[in-house]
């Protein structure tokens, strides 16, 4: 069994690492939503961060305007990560609204430290999440809840 890595390790301190891990990110979208109509007008509304180390900030807020649904990431800076705890204990999910303008959009929030494993769980989430399997989506916030126990 491969162990888990920390991915783009240097992303709140070096543009280029920046730059790949959001590609990553919309990488990952695009994986997910290649079965959609090709005329599909999606909207990327990347997440600008003048302080590299404002790790608050969405390191990505994408929306589909056709499912009207957004999803924003959240990543938490390698550099504080504490060893005493497992990386599977630096990802959460939910959903909610964000408000654009006067309207209420559904969305998921994925907030993690980008590893293997956590990858893997984020683009299931995502994947679920665009292709309107609920059920999944719930089924899988539980199961990374459950893991952390």
């Not at 990488?27 to 005329?39: A, E, F, L, P, V």
């Not at 993690?112 to 399997?133: M, P």
Request: glycine share 0%; with cysteine; aromatic share 12%.
């Amino acid at each position: 069994m491969e162990t888990d890595k920390i991915l783009y390790a240097k992303v709140f301190v070096d543009n280029k690492t920046h730059t790949l891990n959001r590609e990553h990110w919309l990488n990952m979208i695009k994986k997910c939503t290649s079965n959609m109509y090709d005329n599909e007008w999606n909207q990327y509304f990347p997440a600008v961060k003048e302080n590299f180390n404002d790790c608050d900030a969405p390191i990505l807020l994408y929306y589909n305007h056709s499912l009207n649904k957004a999803i924003r990431i959240i990543q938490y800076d390698p550099n504080v990560y504490d060893a005493k705890y497992r990386y599977n204990q630096y990802i959460t999910a939910w959903t909610s609204k964000m408000s654009i303008k006067e309207l209420e959009i559904p969305e998921l929030v994925i907030c993690l430290l980008l590893t293997r494993n956590n990858n893997s769980d984020a683009e299931r989430l995502i994947d679920n999440w665009l292709n309107n399997n609920d059920q999944l989506l719930d089924s899988k916030i539980k199961s990374i809840y459950n893991g952390q126990k």
